[in-house]
């Protein structure tokens, strides 16, 4: 096969296209990276070490139609098909929210409440990918965990997580809207959830990677953004074992609005945990 372009030829020029799509530059330049490592199937290393490498025609083709889903503005990850969550690799599609990094706080909220726990049994609410149930019960060798969804579709990637990291046998998938499938398994220990929380209304406001490619049915609940945590404050207390953790990730501004709704469904030592940027990102309280 001829050759076309080196490498560092090829960056320089998918940088200036996704910088013209929109991406800041700093991204554009990492992303443009990692399409490029996809494509070729090159190491970080092998990247750095010969920049002037010829790509063939076949790689650089390949390469080209990453860039352009990227310049369409798809994800990264649902282009690469994968994100890094607590420590593990996670498939994904389109079919569930990528994972964030702000969810890992209720992950460590979790762990830091089951540390005595010697069987802990685990309810994850519109679990996604998984990630959820499935970093937790990597971390917990003796940890159950139940989760569920309403997708089908979202299912079936959290069932391909579960496998690749060795927790089917100790994840079980259910689907169905929120807490139904999973109340013949309760009292849990915890009961987890990164609902979806996002008015219907800012949804138009979101960057098109969010508003255009991620499932509207995991962002939002509808008009009422505090409609998913309503309805656990409601569901999800008579489920808990006594001293059972409830606990949530919440947008932007609504932590003290979902603490309030905790308190009210008598859960006590209700309180907020602020993530990296300060802004109160994980909601908790305590069964009775
Ligand atoms: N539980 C999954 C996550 O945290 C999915 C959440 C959702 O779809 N709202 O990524």
């Not at 013949?184 to 849990?188: C, H, I, Q, R, V």
């Given at each position: 096969m001829t050759s076309c372009c080196s490498l560092s030829h090829l960056l320089l020029a998918a940088t200036r296209r996704l910088e013209a799509a929109g991406i800041p530059a700093d991204e554009a330049r990492a992303e443009a990276r990692l399409l490029l490592q996809a494509a070729l199937g090159l190491s970080r290393e092998q990247m750095y070490l010969r920049p002037d490498a010829d790509v063939d025609q076949a790689g650089a083709a390949r390469f080209d139609s990453l860039v352009a889903r990227r310049g369409r503005r798809e994800p990264l990850a649902y282009i690469t098909g994968t994100r890094a969550f607590y420590g593990l690799d996670f498939t994904v599609s389109p079919a569930v929210l990528i994972p964030r990094p702000e969810t890992e706080l209720l992950v460590e909220a979790a762990l830091r409440h089951l540390e005595?726990?010697?069987?802990p049994r685990i309810a994850d609410v519109?679990?996604?990918?998984g990630c959820i149930a499935i970093a937790l019960a990597a971390h917990l060798p003796r940890a159950r965990a139940w989760a569920s969804d309403i997708s089908p579709e979202a299912l079936e990637v959290a069932r391909a997580n579960a496998e690749r990291h060795g927790v089917a046998g100790r994840v079980t998938l259910a689907e169905g809207d929120r807490l139904k499938p999973l109340a013949?398994?309760?009292?849990?220990d915890t009961i987890l959830s990164n609902p979806p929380y996002i008015g219907e209304r800012e949804?138009?406001?979101?960057?098109p990677e969010v508003r255009d490619w991620e499932p509207r049915v995991a962002l939002t609940?509808?008009?009422?953004?505090l409609a998913f945590y309503r309805h656990l404050a409601n569901e999800a207390p008579p489920l808990l074992a006594a001293g059972g953790l409830l606990a949530v990730e919440v947008g932007q501004g609504q932590a003290e609005a979902v603490a309030a709704l905790w308190t009210e469904a008598d859960l006590k030592e209700v309180n907020i945990l602020p993530d990296y940027?300060?802004?109160?990102r994980v909601v908790r309280g305590i069964a009775r």
């Open positions: 005595g726990v010697e069987t519109g679990t996604g990918s013949a398994s309760a009292p849990f949804v138009d406001a979101l960057m609940p509808g008009d009422d953004a940027a300060g802004i109160g």
